[in-house]
């Protein structure tokens, strides 16, 4: 907090240029973007500004702001202050606050790099780009690759979103023909204790997709659902699902559906999912929600491991996490031998026992002991006897 009156001064100063900057966004007013633009900033600053203002138009918006937060600062490297020339330059940790009407009941926040200075008793923006010698980043939104369309759909918790470009618009449609039901799916499967309404992001290019998705998926990936950071107890906020943009021309109207449950189950299961636990464990039940109820055969949902049964017998170890994001055919068996875990639970125990699994599981990281304590209290056997049963199961669907 500031501890003497320039440094009130200078917040108070900032926190009235960051009120007039979201009101120019949200009214898209090219002049009064222009205004509060310094002299030192680049062209392409400005014009950035406005490109965003103008993609972000059509886009329903519950919130939109800007706010300092009381982190860490560093200053401002002298050399870029000398270039910029004025009273004061300061590079005030920022946040980006947002929420879409519809899809989020509370806003997310976004960290912004951004560079103020003061010039005439007023402060003005000189850019939202790396400072160097400051480690802060802009996240950037859908808004920032291009125009953006919003599609709203009712699903059982009111309206749900999606949110993408003009040549997405086939995707768009199919997700949209989805979504309904499969809020309702994986409702059936995990219960209505979630907000059962999302927002989607579908994207034109690699680097949306890795923006949107906050590095946790490579480019290869057909969809990906992130959150903000869960803190037990409270609402999860940021929930969203991102489809990269090959995902229209890789994504047939089965696996569409099924990746799109997939997604949903892991926003379904947020509030109760803490990073690190066994991933086996947290795609396995996501992956069997996303099929539950097709009506497809074994072989068809798990070639490979049904290949890899016929070569080398029946799985005698569960999937490593590091499997998961190895690559090529690992991450593939990896994949598909956790959606068969699941799958085995599913059919020798009811879907109950997997949900108090799950539950048991989805705590965190887990010892080997921990995860042997956790059958025990649920399925009964444990991780010897639990992989044997499995890895028959296994060997008879394969066949």
Known sequence: ??????????????????????????????????????PAASPEFLQSLIRTASNLSDVPRSEWGYEIVDEPETPVPSEIAERVGAADVWAPPVVLRYGIDGPDDLPTRRPISL??????????????????????????????????????????????????????????????????????????????????????????STDEFLASAGGVAGPDVAAVSVSDVVVPGNPVTGQRVV??????????????????????????????????????????????????????????????????????????????????SAGGLRSTLAYESAWSLAAFVAERYGEPVLRDLYAQLATGPQTD??????????????????IADWGAWVAHNAS
Not at 11 to 30: F, I, K, Y
Not at 272 to 284: F, Q, R, Y
Not at 369 to 386: K, M, Q, S, Y
């Open 1 to 38: 907090m500031p501890s003497n009156p320039y440094e009130e001064q200078r917040r108070a100063g900032v926190e009235q240029l960051l009120v007039d900057w979201a009101d120019a966004v949200s009214s898209n007013d090219d002049a009064e973007l222009q205004a509060l633009v310094d």
């Open 115 to 204: 560079l103020v200075a003061e010039r005439d008793d007023r402060w003005r923006l000189v850019s939202d780009t790396d400072v160097p010698g400051i480690d802060r980043h802009t996240w950037r939104g859908p808004w920032d690759f291009g125009p953006v369309t919003a599609t709203p759909i009712t699903t059982a918790g009111g309206t749900s979103m999606v949110l993408g470009k003009q040549e997405q618009n086939l995707l768009t449609s199919r997700l949209a023909t989805e979504l309904p039901a499969a809020v309702e799916a994986v409702a059936d499967f995990v219960g209505d204790d979630w907000p059962r309404k999302t927002l989607i992001v579908t994207t034109s």
């Open 243 to 324: 489809f990269s943009p090959s995902a229209a021309e890789r994504l047939t109207e089965f696996t569409t559906r099924s990746v799109l449950r997939h997604e949903l189950t892991h926003i379904a299961a947020r509030a109760n999912t803490i990073d690190g636990s066994p991933t086996w464990m947290l795609e396995g039940f996501a992956d069997y929600s996303g099929y539950r109820g097709s009506g497809v055969d074994f072989a068809t949902l798990a070639p490979t491991l049904s290949r890899a049964v016929g070569v080398g017998g029946p799985p005698t170890v569960l999937p490593a996490d590091s499997d998961f």
């Open 369 to 386: 002991t921990e995860i042997n304590a956790g059958l025990e209290a649920t399925v009964g056997p444990g991780t010897d006897t639990f």
